[in-house]
């Protein structure tokens, strides 16, 4: 006996919806609760065996990492950039006695150039090594000035001159003893920094 259309239709309808029910009984039944969860272990699994092959390349590697480390320790300590004094206060007493030696190498006559004053200088920004830093006053003619300036930042160790005022030499108090300025000389303040082979605080 034949189907009728109307009875193929009920059973092909039937058959949907018993496959609907079934993927939804699965997702809510068995996807959510079994596979999934599985699913994030597995995938959590592939990332930690990428995880352990990254270790394990970086692991194989480490003798050429100890051996650059190494390389950049040496070329620390052969840099002389540095201030090679042991502290700060060493080091300002170094500073100044460069730019005494600076003075002596480009000037002969010490009336066109000689120091006033020169004192400590602590503070500032806060920095990678430790900034060392004496404000400087001095009479100087301008042209033995550019040489001393030039001596002490062009050598080693590195040397900064900032914060240069200029001023026009005015006559004034000359104590008992002493030369008068020539009256080509300059009224001139500086700071003159270095640094020392010690972390500072922003590091």
């Known amino acids: 006996m034949r189907l009728l259309p109307e009875a193929r239709n009920s ?15 699965y997702v809510v039944g068995v996807h959510w609760w079994f ?14 065996a990428e995880q352990q092959q990254r270790f394990r390349q970086m692991a194989g590697q ?24 042991a502290d700060s206060n060493s080091a300002f007493s170094d500073l100044t006695q460069r730019l005494k030696q600076a003075i002596g190498a480009r000037v002969k ?10 004192s400590n200088f602590k503070g500032g ?7 060392v830093t004496i404000q400087v006053r001095m009479r100087c003619d301008l042209e033995p000035l550019a040489g001393i300036f030039y001596e002490l930042e062009n050598g080693n160790p590195y040397l900064f001159i900032e914060q240069i ?7 004034g108090y000359v104590p008992p ?20 082979r010690k972390p500072g605080k922003s590091a």
């Not at 059973?11 to 009984?25: C, D, H, K, Q, T």
């Not at 596979?35 to 930690?48: F, G």
């Not at 008068?180 to 020392?196: C, H, Q, T, V």
């Open 11 to 25: 059973r092909f309808l039937a058959v949907v919806l018993l496959l609907i029910v079934v993927m939804i009984g």
């Open 35 to 48: 596979v999934a969860p599985h699913l994030a272990i597995a995938d959590q699994m592939h990332d930690l």
């Open 62 to 85: 480490r003798t050429e990492i100890e051996k650059r480390l190494t390389e950049v320790r040496t070329f620390e300590q052969n840099n002389q950039a540095f201030l090679t004094d």
């Open 109 to 118: 006559d010490e009336n066109r150039c000689s120091i006033v004053s020169n």
């Open 125 to 131: 920004d806060e920095e990678l090594y430790q900034r």
């Open 165 to 171: 005022s200029i001023y026009r030499q005015q006559g």
């Open 177 to 196: 003893g002493g030369k008068p300025a020539p009256p080509s000389a300059l009224d001139i303040r500086f700071n003159l920094s270095g640094y020392l």
